[in-house]
């Protein structure tokens, strides 16, 4: 692997899964592979699971690790070519990702979208501009459109409870009070679309997700319909990708109790809100799954940095 922007950079998706778990049951049969190599964690944004996890991997794998809070801590960055830098902005991108691509091996980057400007979103412009001018593999910690890490991460989780070949899974949209990124939904559909599941997708009308992602997944309107058999419930919520960034619905019949999942095992991503993505009840009972996928982050990472570090 030469860089993880997005999901297609995986050659094979299962093989990753099996050496995410043969990571998790041995994490520092690696540790040498990391000597004297160093990754460098840029955050635009907060973060507690993928800022801890990864850091964590790369430790496990014998990495030096270097975290930066780019928006307290570092200069202002330009990422417009040719621009005149006499406002806001300190420093460029061309500099910037050039000066870091000499002190650590991997550059890994979380910057969320505006969720203002669909079209600048959608072109990915920060961690693109890192990957242009870095000269050393760029790893994507959650962009404007794309969770990668948390997407392998799920798939894990449901490779190792799964309890039948082919499980149903949903995603379901559930609500929240602030308006949210697509980056999570975007690629957790992605990887339904990539592994051997019954995927359905759930939400409100005017919900609907970018239709080049979810492309012939089922959408089902009615959520009741939808749960029905899932071995597997995926809450998130999202909002509106067709009028991009606004909240269409506050409604709170769409919250994940245990009486619509049944004994379905229930999945997010974390940090969630009780009570109003889903029930204490749900999230304190046996058939919660996010503590396990949390862990699974740090795997996930894992098996990632290895093969960038293998050049695979
Ligand atoms: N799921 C996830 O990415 O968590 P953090 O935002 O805490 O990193």
Request: aromatic letters at 8%; hydrophobic letters at 40%; proline letters at 4%.
């Amino acid at each position: 692997m030469k860089q993880f922007l997005d999901l297609e950079d995986i050659d094979n998706v299962d093989e990753l899964i099996k050496n995410a778990i043969t990571l998790k049951s041995n994490p520092f049969s690696h540790k040498e592979l990391g000597k004297n190599k160093s990754i460098g964690l840029l955050f635009f944004n907060s973060s507690l699971r993928t800022r801890l996890s990864t850091q964590k991997a790369a430790q496990n794998l014998g990495m030096e690790v270097m975290i930066l809070n780019l928006n307290s801590d570092g200069w202002a960055l330009e990422f417009e070519d040719g621009s005149i830098m006499n406002a806001g902005t300190a420093e460029h991108i061309k500099e910037a990702a050039a000066v870091i691509s000499q002190y650590v091996d991997i550059i890994a980057l979380r910057a969320f979208p505006s969720l203002t400007d669909k079209k600048k979103d959608e072109e990915e412009l920060i961690i693109k501009s890192f990957k242009e001018h870095a000269s050393v593999p760029v790893v994507n910690m959650e962009s404007a459109t794309a969770h990668p890490l948390q997407a392998l991460t799920d798939a894990i989780t449901i490779s190792e409870f799964k309890q039948k070949e082919r499980p149903k899974v949903v995603l379901t949209w559930a609500p929240h009070p602030r308006a949210l990124p697509h980056a999570v939904p975007n690629s957790f559909a992605k990887m339904m679309q990539m592994i051997d599941v019954d995927f359905v997708i759930t939400h409100p009308e005017g919900y609907e997700l970018n239709p080049k992602i979810t492309g012939e997944t089922p959408i089902i309107y009615d959520q009741e319909e939808a749960l029905k058999d899932a071995d597997f419930v995926y809450a998130k919520n999202w909002s509106s990708y067709n009028d991009y960034g606004q909240i269409k619905s506050t409604d709170e019949s769409w919250m994940v109790t245990l009486d619509k999942i049944k004994a379905a095992k229930f999945m997010h991503c974390l940090p969630v809100r009780r009570n109003v993505i889903v029930a204490d009840e749900v999230l304190d009972s046996e058939q919660s799954l996010v503590i396990e996928q949390a862990n699974n982050r740090t795997y996930a990472a894992q098996a990632v940095l290895k093969d960038i570090l293998e050049g695979k």
